[in-house]
């Protein structure tokens, strides 16, 4: 057993859980924030329900984002310690910068967010909610500017064979990480504004369905009420419908932020990692065509086996170069450059492990980069028609009594979930052999790379590697059904579930008069 | 100063855990006692919710400490945790468990559900606390490296005496810790009986911390590690003697002054090693050969310069906010999705 294999299906697995709670945090933290400004704006009720109920989606959601985040941090020591020590001097710069500029922030300004809800002001409440938003933010702009470094390594010196930092401003202000960072943090607004979407439109849908709302003639909707079931009063309906809306404009938005800064990430690929972009559209051969389908066995990552079917000539170039007609290199071509430039074989080194003079396969994994790259953009895509859809179809006030719309709402709710995973698995696959990539472009710095089969701990074996995989992904995997489990009840449950005062027949104060109201919410 | 750089953030890394064990130390401790301390659920909710608004903010002290490390000593952090993989395993697990069990406990109805997460965020904080001491003694006591800087004593080499030692001091000064915090933010019978058992286990938890203190202080044989641990044992028996005397701040006041003495005492010992080998002393990492580049440790000295005040001052802040004392009578009904909407919404 390969404890590089096992390390890699451990970083891939609790990296990408871990990216499903980060997007839906920095996405929905953002709107959460926005609905209760509007809310401190207008004084509307609306407002208010509507923060408390997606705020509280947002913690649910949160936490397991805070919980398997100390993971990401420790496992680069724990498995990763060649890594470690090669990258050392720059990657653990932003990473300590993190915690202590961004963790901190959005740590301690949620808690009291949570349970300052009648204890701060109205305004200094509404504060702290943007304080843990932008710490959010900014803990994603660090991470992504480490990251970015290992895509694209500048601001260091080669001495005694590691990068020393010589030039922070240059690690921050990576062109790679500043676009990294925008085409990440629209992708997860789209993820936020989908979630919101999705079960703003299955509570209208209830409404509907209950007979709560009906539509007149001419379709507009005839807005009603059930006294009996907490929270359906009309102010309900605002509630959803303004949510949906909202969401849709927010996805919508963030598509057109995902496509340019996409576009704009794509073409700094081209340059810094020529290989990654050949395997993305499988293109074996120098060429300026894009594949909108190309077959064959593409798991063997053998040219031999892959056969385009269908093309559009210069949109590859434009892609890449931004016009019609440059020849984009193929992978073909390119494999040869990197043995020259990077050698045959790993260094017969301790380091490499059992990998140790081994043949190098520069070609990163076609299959995964060829269909994450296309489910990326698809699913993308897919989000984003489907939220002018719903502006569309709720432009006289409600949804359609359509039980089958209501459903693929909800399951769309996962569409730009799959296409953020998708990307990173695109771009960090689309990396090997490398961890940390060598640059052919002029800004590249010579000699800073490192090879993923060199990079893992030598002290720790596959067995103990395999341990902790199997251990953290059935804990994650129990921790999901969890997760799903109260979203599902809460969402269930309308905004009376976030606001128990709505269920007027059973709610009773919780503080007797003769103390202190020092809890307005406890867990 | 370039030479004095590694030294600084040596102090600073020390500085950043024994932020993370005193302000961690009482939402572990509070933890923990939520099995066997707290009496029915009201208590064990009134547990919960006196960490509950600060718990997340304390524990970015461990984050911070772990990227510090990586950060400043990349060679310290490689070695340390790659040494420790299955503990650092264990304790990964045990504050996952207990982070998602402080959030979730509550959003449930059932009996079964609470005390589920009940179980996960006792030993969930427990097994933490342990697992962190553990870590920290090994750093200290030292683990078979190579001249890489690799454990060669296999995936079982951390089990020895001292993990033992590190691990329950850290245990056990965590739950004196929570005990002493709950007399301070908590009223009523919960108060008075946490400052009863803190006044008669008092000295026996925080045994093993005093226990890993000695060893340590005589290895090196330094006359400061002795005068650190002299104050320690005096501040300890100090907050003894108040928590006795019923002056719960100065029981707090008095155990902190422990845990800083005592862990300035070990890690000015070990000074500058950060890391021990057992196989040959020449293995040994240390402040220097472990250290970042000077231009890096610079960096990040401008950072922690400007932010870690800041953090301490909007940190205080929140504490300040959150400053009552809570008695179960404080404690709201239990939280529920009401019945009502649920059922309409399933129909």
Not at chain 2, 95 to 122: F, P, V
Not at chain 2, 216 to 229: K, N, P
Request: proline share 4%; net charge neutral.
């Amino acid at each position: 057993m390969d404890p590089v294999l096992v390390g890699r299906w451990q970083f891939g697995i609790t990296t990408v859980y871990h990216f499903w709670m980060v997007p839906l945090t920095l996405g929905l933290g953002l709107l959460v924030a926005i609905l209760q400004t509007v809310y401190n704006r207008t004084g509307n009720d609306v407002w208010l329900r509507a923060t408390k109920f997606w705020g509280k989606l947002y913690l649910i959601n949160f936490i397991m984002g805070v919980a398997t985040g100390i993971v990401q941090e420790f496992q680069f020591g724990m498995a990763w310690s060649e890594y470690s020590r090669y990258v050392g001097d720059v990657f653990g710069a932003p990473l300590a910068m993190e915690a202590l500029i961004a963790f901190f922030l959005e740590s301690v300004f949620l808690g009291l967010w949570i349970f300052g809800w009648g204890r701060l002001n109205r305004k200094l409440h509404l504060g702290v909610l943007w304080a843990a938003v932008i710490g959010s933010w900014i803990s994603a702009f660090f991470i992504i500017a480490a990251n970015s470094w290992m895509q694209h390594p500048v601001g260091v010196e080669v001495i005694d064979g590691r990068p020393k930092l010589v030039d922070i401003w240059a690690v921050l202000g990576n062109n790679t990480a500043i676009a990294a960072y925008f085409h990440t943090l629209s992708g997860a607004v789209a993820v936020g504004a989908a979630f919101m979407l999705g079960i703003a439109w299955y509570h209208l849908w209830r409404r509907r369905k209950d007979g709560i709302d009906t539509v007149d003639d001419l379709g507009r909707v005839v807005v009603g009420e059930a006294p009996e079931i907490p929270g359906r009063d009309r102010t309900d309906h605002t509630v959803w419908l303004r949510s949906l809306r909202i969401g849709a404009w927010a996805a919508i938005f963030a598509f057109a932020a995902v496509a340019l800064t996409g576009d704009i990430q794509a073409k700094l690929m081209y340059v810094q990692q020529p290989m990654k972009m050949a395997s993305a559209e499988a293109a074996c051969h120098t060429g300026n065509q894009f594949s909108v389908l190309t077959v064959g066995d593409l798991s063997s990552n053998n040219c031999k086996d892959v056969h385009p079917v269908i093309e559009i000539p210069g949109l590859l170039s434009f892609l890449a170069k931004g016009n019609f007609t440059e020849d984009v290199p193929g992978v073909q071509p390119l494999v040869p450059q990197y043995q020259e430039k990077y050698g045959q074989t790993y260094p017969d080194d301790e380091a490499a492990g059992i990998h140790a003079g081994q043949q190098i396969n520069y070609q990163p994994l076609m299959i995964v980069t060829y269909w994450g790259f296309r489910l990326m953009i698809g699913f993308g895509v897919l989000s984003a028609a489907a939220a002018a859809y719903a502006l569309w179809a709720t432009r006289k006030g409600t949804v359609p009594r359509s039980a089958f719309l209501s459903k693929l709402a909800l399951w769309g709710i996962t569409a730009p979930f799959i296409a953020n995973s998708a990307g990173w698995v695109f771009t960090e696959m689309g990396r090997q052999p490398f961890v940390v990539a060598p640059n052919p472009d002029a800004s590249g710095i010579d000699g800073v790379y490192l090879y993923t089969a060199a990079a893992s701990s030598p002290s720790v074996s596959a067995g103990e590697m395999l341990f902790s995989l199997i251990t953290l992904t059935l804990l994650y995997g129990v921790l999901m059904v969890f997760e799903l489990l109260l979203l599902i009840r809460f969402v269930r449950g309308g905004v009376a579930s976030a606001m128990p005062e709505l269920d007027h027949q059973n709610y009773k104060p919780t503080v007797s008069s003769d103390h202190d109201d020092v809890l307005s919410f406890a867990y | 100063m370039s030479d004095a750089l590694p030294t600084i953030w040596f102090i600073l890394i020390a500085v950043l855990w024994l932020g993370y064990l005193f302000l961690e130390g009482f939402d572990l401790g509070v933890g923990t006692l939520l099995k066997g301390f707290a009496k029915n659920e009201q208590e064990r909710r009134l547990l919960i919710n006196t960490i509950g608004p600060v718990w997340d903010g304390n524990e970015v002290w461990l984050l911070t400490a772990g990227g510090a490390t990586f950060a400043a000593f990349p060679l310290w952090y490689a070695s340390l945790f790659s040494a420790l993989y299955l503990p650092l395993t264990l304790a990964l697990v045990a504050l996952i468990l207990r982070a998602i069990a402080i959030e979730y406990r509550g959003k449930g109805h059932t009996d079964r559900w609470r005390a589920g997460w009940t179980w996960c965020m006792s030993a969930g904080s427990a097994v933490a606390a342990f697992c962190v001491g553990a870590m920290l003694a090994l750093t200290t006591t030292g683990m078979p490296l190579n001249e890489r800087g690799d454990n060669v004593g296999g995936p079982f080499a951390w089990v020895n005496a001292y993990a033992i030692i590190g691990g329950l001091g850290v245990l056990g000064f965590c739950i004196l810790h929570g005990l002493l915090f709950l007399t301070l933010k908590t009223d009523g019978d919960v108060r008075h009986r946490a400052a009863r058992i803190a006044g008669s286990w008092g000295p026996l938890l925080l045994l093993p911390l005093v226990a890993w203190a000695v060893i340590i202080v005589v290895r090196s044989g330094h006359w400061w590690g002795w005068a650190l641990l002299l104050i320690a044992a005096g501040a300890a028996a100090y907050s003894w003697i108040a928590i006795r005397g019923g002056r719960e701040k100065a029981a707090f006041l008095a155990e902190s002054g422990f845990l800083v003495a005592g862990v300035a005492a070990i890690f000015s010992s070990v000074y500058p090693v950060v890391m021990p080998s057992t196989l040959d002393p020449q293995f040994s990492l240390t402040v220097g050969g472990a250290s970042s580049s000077a231009y890096t440790l610079t960096v990040m000295l401008i950072v922690a310069i400007v932010f870690v005040p800041l953090v301490i001052l909007y940190q205080s802040w929140s504490y300040r906010v959150f400053a009552q004392r809570l008695s179960v009578e404080h404690i709201p009904a239990a939280h529920a999705i009401p019945k009502a909407v649920r059922s309409a919404a399933h129909s």
